[in-house]
């Protein structure tokens, strides 16, 4: 297993519906889980919205997945779009909560881009998470590469 640390930050907030995008209410993890479900990915358990790991290097990669699920049409007025999701752990205060990385792929989402040192991980609810925490990322050996890390 490999560990990264990570420093969490804010992102778009239209995954957890925070965003007030009239078009996704409640989220878009919330509109996308009958989908995925369909697919055989539950994410029962999971809180419906995403942590942002920033990673300190120029990019991270993902290189080996769980899921592949393509042209998922989730959305009447959003373009069908490809996901990939990952297991992991994400590893805070002496605690390990299962995770998944969470990517729908830019080649076919139109908006809310990532910056590329950065990944979205589903997890269940953790109390006491904050913006600027710094946590840790647990996932299999070569599932993903950071490209350029810096000191």
Same mark, same amino acid.
């Given at each position: ?17 925070? !965003?007030?995008?009239?078009? &996704?209410? @409640?989220?878009? /993890? ?8 369909? %697919? ?39 373009? !069908?779009?490809?996901?990939? &999701?990952? @297991?992991?752990? /994400? ?8 995770? %998944? ?51």
């Amino acid at each position: 297993m490999a560990i990264y640390k990570f420093t969490v930050v804010k992102g778009h907030q239209v995954a957890s519906g925070r !965003a007030n995008d009239p078009r &996704f209410p @409640r989220g878009t /993890i919330s509109a996308q889980l009958p989908f995925f479900q369909t %697919l055989g990915l539950d994410l029962n358990g999971y809180y419906l919205a995403t942590i942002n790991a920033q990673f300190n290097c120029h990019a991270i990669v993902l290189n080996l997945y769980d899921h592949y699920f393509k042209q998922v049409k989730w959305h009447e007025n959003m373009p !069908a779009e490809n996901f990939k &999701f990952c @297991r992991c752990h /994400i590893l805070m205060n002496s605690t390990s909560y299962p995770a %998944l990385i969470y990517q729908p792929q830019v080649e076919t989402k139109i908006e809310h881009l990532q910056p590329i040192n950065q990944l979205e991980l589903l997890a269940p609810f953790i109390e006491h998470l904050h913006y600027g925490d710094v946590i840790s990322l647990e996932i299999a050996n070569a599932k993903v590469t950071l490209v350029n890390v810096y000191p």
